[in-house]
């Protein structure tokens, strides 16, 4: 193992030592093993490809906790960082707790994450956006829960990328109980070339909050 993994671990297993001597762990407490990749204040770490997470709704948080530990994301199809993170579902509180988790990272704040792609054309990618996208994420990427769709507005750009190319490639939202992840591989798959994620993904980052 390389040394940054192994010390990762340590830190892992440090904090999981600690939590464990407190009767009962606040939210603080449960999301610290969580910290050594998205960051202390879930704003990410792109060179762990974890994303940034306190821009999301709980509901949301929750649904993708459940897809990785039930193996419906994160599979053997799927991204390496997927399998990641569902290898890192052994860090998870008992379910009870997991709801003050999501409210936990979702109440968490960072400024907007740093740009890492070339910019694309906002103005056509916003186009793309309403015809293709809107419908579900909302007119400004806020993201809708009667639909399921995620706020997409503060999501790093590298992480957007990542996501629409594993729905377009079968890596993500394959497994058949991937309801909501199919309705999102079929929308993917529309977008038809690379200029045209990356337009899309510069209408998004556009976006306030
Ligand atoms: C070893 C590093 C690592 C650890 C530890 C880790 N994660 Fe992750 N997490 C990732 C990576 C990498 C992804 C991106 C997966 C992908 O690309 O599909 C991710 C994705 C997620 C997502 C999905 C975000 C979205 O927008 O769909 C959630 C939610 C999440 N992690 C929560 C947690 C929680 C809660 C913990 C603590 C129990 C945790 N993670 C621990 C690496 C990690
Ligand atoms: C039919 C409704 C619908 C439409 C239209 C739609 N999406 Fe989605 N999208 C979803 C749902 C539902 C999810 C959550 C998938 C899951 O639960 O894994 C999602 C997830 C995503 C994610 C992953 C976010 C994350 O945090 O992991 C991205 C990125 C995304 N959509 C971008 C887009 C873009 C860009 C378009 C337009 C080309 C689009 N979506 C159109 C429903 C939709």
Redesign the pocket.
Known sequence: MPAPVLSLLGLMLATLAFASQAEVPDAAELYAPCAACHGASAEGNVALRAPRLNH?RPVYIL??LD?FQRGL?GGADATLAAQQMAASTGLLPPAERLPDLAIYISELESGPSASTLATGDEAAGGR??MR??G???GANAGGNVA????R?AG?DDWY?LD??HAFREGQ??RHRE?R??R??RN??A??DDEQALQD?IAYIRSQAE
């Open positions: 999301l649904a993708q897809k994301r793309t956006f293709l996208c419908a579900c994420h639909l399921n769709a995620p997409l999501a957007l996501q629409l993500r939202g991937d909501t992840g309705q999102m929308m993917a529309m977008l899309v």
